[in-house]
Each structure stands twice: as structure tokens, then as C-alpha cells.
């Protein structure tokens, strides 16, 4: 299905003038692609589908005002009682906006996993960041000090429902056929009409305009964003303006199965306004999918900086990494297995009951939730108590850190979720229960460390006679500061002579 919806999408792409597709001075192309490919995908889960319009009129405002009062209560909470790690909203020399869901508790504190290695780097270097988190996820006490914006966005996308934004002469040319092509070819999801697409446009428009008034305010030389396709869109394209060199830092997987990352066709000359400058990477694989259309000039350019997190877990040396092996050790103690088995269900917890109640009573299966739905903890744990499931382990394995328990266990059962790429880093084998699983990890399944099996006699099979092989790589501290200087030294470099400069 991955494939195919890739096809659909490439096909559109040499259709159609997906390049000339402007509102305002937005190019819209790559906020569709990405919320097309997720429709076709969801569509297939029967996962909730991404609203295809807002609720609208003055219903769809009202609504708007509750949830706006509604999170700013939140986040006043929040920023009260963390108040010893708001940042100051001053001058900086860099900003990073992150993704609030990638803090993970660790020693008691919320660190985040993806900005927090990329400040501390920077800060030894003398360069002040600014730390700004965007969605309504708030994990305190955090580790560093950082602002809470999420009610701010919520305003600007309040004040977009009053304002209509049309289209520039000519800016959705050949939509209208696109809609006939898309629909014709897949009846079951629903794609935005020329007017949703305006107010999807018109939404990261008006939080762009909040972002480029803060850059202007902070005068930072360069920027980072986690996830530039969702909540980071606005975000970038005010760097764009701005001229300021935004780096895009990847959650999880950015290889040849991520809509995102990959097999863009009918590019602008310039590039799309909403596309990051520089593409942060983890391994060469995906800095080759990436610079397959990516090439740099006035077009993206992929470097490979590594993920500094987890290969500080993969060298395993350091004095955080012994306190949580022994952690892990301890807890297997009090909770025995025959085998160890991690398990990432996203969408279907009773499957995974069934999954369970199918292996050996001797396993112990630690159930990870997704970091977007800690909230449906009690409800998860309630299910198996129902069923009688008591060889489980829920707090502790969606509590510690990812990479402590990769580090100790003897295999791994998902879904769709990408801890198969991180398990394939630490050896632990994985197998992946659904097609669209099998789609967006056709790597791992290519090299084995994953298997496609659906049927729960299979899984638990493959299970017993998989086991763990030697992890790969480990840190690379060299890799990640190189990458960072050049990227500092990209920046420092004036407008003009970006497009010739050298990256090595």
C-alpha cells in the first residue's frame, strides 16, 4: 500500500503543475502531498482520517475560542508550575522548534531527546538557542528551559477563520482535475476542495506570520525544526522569508518509504517555499534518498550528522546508560521471562491481547504506547486485566527510555511503528504484523531484521527462534560536530553565495 500510494502521488506529480501551486505566496504542493499520502494510509488502518475541513461558520469559531481558552488554561498551568524553565523570549543566535512529544523522562526530569544534544553542543561552542515548543503536550519538569507557544498558534489559526486568502492568478491551475484524478483512483478518502485547501493554506500562513515576527524580534542566523511536514511547515516557511538557513531535524524514519523525505518529482527551480534549506540525517541511506531529488544549489541538501541520542545508548559507556542497564536488569528480575519481547501496537490493543494470550505464559512482554497516547495508559492496562493478561509490563516499559529497554530485550512485535528501525540498530529482531508496516520498512524486512508475519502462531514462531545479533555502529561524536560546523559555517555565509557553497 505504501507503494502504491508513492505511485499515486509521483503520478499526480508529473500530471499536473503541482509546482505552480500557490496561495498566497505559499507553495501548497508540499502540505498536500503529505496530507494525501496520510489520507490513503489511514484510509487502510481505519485510523482517524485528517480533517478534510474545518468546521465552519460562526459553529466552527466557537468551537475554536473553547479549545483556545481551553489549552491556554493548560498551558498556563504548565508554564506556572515548570516556571523555573521558561525561557526568555530574548536575542538568540539560534532557535529550534521542537515536536514537545519527543521528551522522555529521564532521571525525573522530561529531556528531550532530539533538541536537547543539538543545544548542548551548541552552547559549549558559545552559541545561545532559543527552545521553542509548539503543541499542547506539556511534560514537566522539563530538563532545559524552553517556551510554551502552542496557544499563541492557536490564536493565529483563530484569527485565519476570520480573514479569506485567495489564491494568486493562476495558483491552483489544473486543481480541479487533479480532485477528478485523485478521487477516481481512490474513492475512500477525501481529498480538500479548493476552499479546504485555502483554509489549510490560509492556517500555516497566519502562523507564519507569528513566527517571522519572533525571528525578527530574536535576529537568529540560523534555525532548526523537528517534523517540518506537520506543525514545523509554518515554521520554515517563515525562515524562508526571512533568509534564515532552517535545518530539518527528523523524529523517526526520513528513508525511501517516507512521504516527506522522499521521490519528489516537479520541483520549482527554487525549490518549494516550504521545504527546509538543509536536511539533517541519520545514516547515508537516508542522505541517498534524499539527495536523490535533493541536490542542493537553491534546493535541499542532505547532511549526515548522525542521532546522537541514541548512539550514546549504542556505545553504552557513559555513566546514564550503566544506571538504566541496571534499572532494566533489576525490573526483569522482579518481572521474569523466558523471553523478553517489546511490543508497539499503535491502533489495535486487543490484537495485541490476542497476540499475547497466543505466546507462552512464561514471556514477559513489556507494552509500549505510542508518546502521543500516554494518556490512554489506564484504559490499555484495564483491557488486559479484563482478559486476565498478568505477564505484562505497561508503566515502566512506556516510561523508560526506549533505547534502555532495546538494549535488554530478546525481540520486538509492531504494527507500523519505527522502533523496528531502532530495534534493527541494536539487533533486536522485529517482526511487523500489518502490510502497511511491511510498506514503510521494506529495508529491514530486505535485510531480515524484520519479518512480515500476520497470523499470531507465526509471530510467536518467529519469535523463538529469532535472537539478538551484534548492534551497529556506535557514537560518532566526530560525525555530529562536523556536520554542525558546516551547517554554522552554511549560515554564516552570505545569501547569495549559498548556492555555490561547498558541503563536504
Not at 529497554?405 to 522502533?419: N, P
Not at 514503510?440 to 531480515?448: D, N
Request: proline share 5%.
Amino acid at each position: 500500500m505504501v507503494e502504491d500510494a508513492f505511485c499515486l502521488i509521483n503520478a499526480c506529480e508529473q500530471r499536473f503543475p503541482v509546482h505552480s501551486w500557490v496561495i498566497g505566496e505559499m507553495h501548497v504542493w508540499p502540505l498536500l502531498r503529505v496530507n494525501i499520502f496520510f489520507r490513503l494510509l489511514h484510509a487502510v488502518t481505519k485510523d482517524a482520517q485528517p480533517a478534510a475541513a474545518q468546521r465552519k461558520g460562526a459553529f466552527g469559531r466557537l468551537s475554536q475560542v473553547r479549545s483556545l481558552i481551553s489549552h491556554s488554561l493548560e498551558y498556563g498551568a504548565a508554564a506556572w508550575r515548570d516556571r523555573g524553565h521558561n525561557a526568555s523570549p530574548d536575542a538568540t543566535d539560534v532557535v529550534i522548534l521542537g515536536d514537545n512529544t519527543s521528551r522522555i523522562l529521564i532521571n525525573g526530569v522530561w529531556y528531550d531527546r532530539l533538541c536537547e544534544p543539538l543545544i548542548e553542543v551548541l552552547a559549549a561552542k558559545g552559541i545561545h538557542c532559543l527552545h521553542l515548543e509548539p503543541k499542547p503536550v506539556y511534560r514537566i519538569p522539563r530538563s532545559n528551559s524552553s517556551r510554551f507557544i502552542y496557544p499563541a498558534l492557536e490564536l493565529a489559526r483563530l484569527k485565519s477563520r476570520m480573514t479569506h486568502c485567495d489564491a494568486l492568478p493562476g495558483g491552483l491551475e489544473g486543481y480541479g482535475e487533479f480532485l477528478g484524478y485523485v478521487t477516481s483512483r481512490c474513492p475512500d478518502i477525501t481529498v480538500p476542495s479548493p476552499d479546504d485547501l485555502v483554509r489549510l493554506a490560509q492556517q500555516t500562513i497566519f502562523q507564519a506570520d507569528y513566527y517571522e515576527a519572533v525571528l525578527r524580534r530574536l535576529g537568529p542566523s540560523l534555525a532548526f525544526v523537528v517534523e517540518y511536514y506537520y506543525s514545523g511547515m509554518a515554521f520554515t516557511l517563515a525562515c524562508n522569508r526571512l533568509n534564515i538557513p532552517v535545518v530539518e531535524v527528523p523524529h523517526g524514519n526520513h528513508g525511501v518509504t517516507h512521504i516527506a523525505y522522499s521521490r519528489w518529482k516537479n520541483i520549482p527551480g527554487s525549490g518549494f517555499n516550504t521545504h527546509p534549506a538543509i536536511f539533517w540525517c541519520w545514516t547515508a541511506q537516508e542522505a541517498d534518498c534524499i539527495g536523490a531529488w535533493a541536490r542542493g544549489g537553491a534546493l535541499p541538501v542532505p547532511v549526515i550528522g548522525g542521532n546522537p541520542w541514541l548512539e550514546r545508548w549504542l556505545h553504552g559507556t557513559d555513566a546514564l546508560v550503566s544506571r538504566y542497564d541496571r534499572r532494566v536488569a533489576e525490573l526483569k528480575q522482579r518481572y521474569p521471562g523466558e523471553r523478553h519481547i517489546l511490543l508497539t501496537y499503535e491502533f489495535d490493543m486487543e490484537s495485541a491481547a490476542r497476540l499475547i494470550e497466543t505466546a507462552p505464559a512464561s514471556w514477559r512482554w513489556w507494552v509500549r504506547l505510542h508518546p502521543c497516547k500516554l494518556d490512554s495508559l489506564p484504559e490499555v492496562a484495564k483491557l488486559f486485566a479484563q482478559r486476565g493478561i498478568g505477564n505484562i509490563e505497561i508503566e515502566q516499559a512506556t516510561s523508560l527510555p526506549l533505547y534502555a529497554l532495546l538494549r535488554q530485550m530478546d525481540g520486538h512485535v509492531t504494527e507500523c511503528s519505527s522502533v523496528v528501525i531502532e530495534a534493527d540498530r541494536f539487533g533486536v529482531p522485529s517482526v511487523v504484523t500489518t502490510e502497511l508496516g511491511a510498506g514503510l520498512f521494506r529495508e529491514q524486512v530486505a535485510t531480515g531484521s524484520a519479518r512480515v508475519i500476520s497470523d499470531n502462531a507465526g509471530v510467536v514462531a518467529r519469535l523463538c527462534e529469532a535472537g539478538r545479533v551484534t548492534a551497529s555502529g556506535g557514537a560518532d561524536e566526530s560525525r555530529f560536530r562536523q556536520a554542525l560546523d558546516q551547517i554554522l559555517a552554511y549560515a554564516a555565509t552570505d545569501v547569495a553565495d549559498r548556492v555555490r557553497f561547498s558541503w563536504h
